[in-house]
Nanobody, 128 residues
Framework: QVQLVESGGGLVQAGDSLTLSCVNS????????RGWFRQAPGKEREFVAA???????????DSVKGRFTISRATNIIMNNTMYLEMNDLKPEDTAVYYC??????????????????WGQGTQVTVSS
């Protein structure tokens, strides 16, 4: 079973850093792709980053490439924790950030529809 819970959001200034965490509170071992998405007011939910279950393959949206880093714990006990390190934050990064997990091997890692499980979201607000 999968129940995703995000944490780490907050209010920061432009140029600051934040690290988001996503844990599966059911503590089951994940074998599928996980991703981060975000949704700003009045906009569609958009892809931010994704990581394979091994942690080897990582993918980023062009808008965050070079500033954000996705990772996940690889030891058995911590396998259910995923992180998003966000550096040099910009006002346009302001959004609710969601973590998500696939329930099968879907190659379109950037598509909302490829993910079955979603967290409740955590707000990130970047002031200028």
């Amino acid at each position: 079973q999968v129940q995703l819970v995000e944490s780490g959001g907050g209010l920061v200034q432009a140029g600051d850093s934040l690290t988001l965490s996503c844990v599966n509170s059911k503590r089951s071992v994940s074998r599928y792709m996980r991703g981060w998405f975000r949704q700003a007011p009045g906009k569609e939910r958009e892809f931010v980053a994704a990581i394979s279950w091994t942690g080897i393959n990582k993918y980023y949206a062009d808008s965050v490439k070079g500033r954000f880093t996705i990772s996940r714990a690889t030891n058995i006990i911590m396998n259910n924790t995923m992180y998003l390190e966000m550096n040099d934050l910009k006002p346009e990064d302001t959004a609710v950030y969601y973590c998500a997990e696939q329930a099968g091997d879907y190659t379109d890692y950037a598509a909302v529809g490829s993910y079955r499980y979603w967290g409740q979201g955590t707000q990130v607000t970047v002031s200028s």
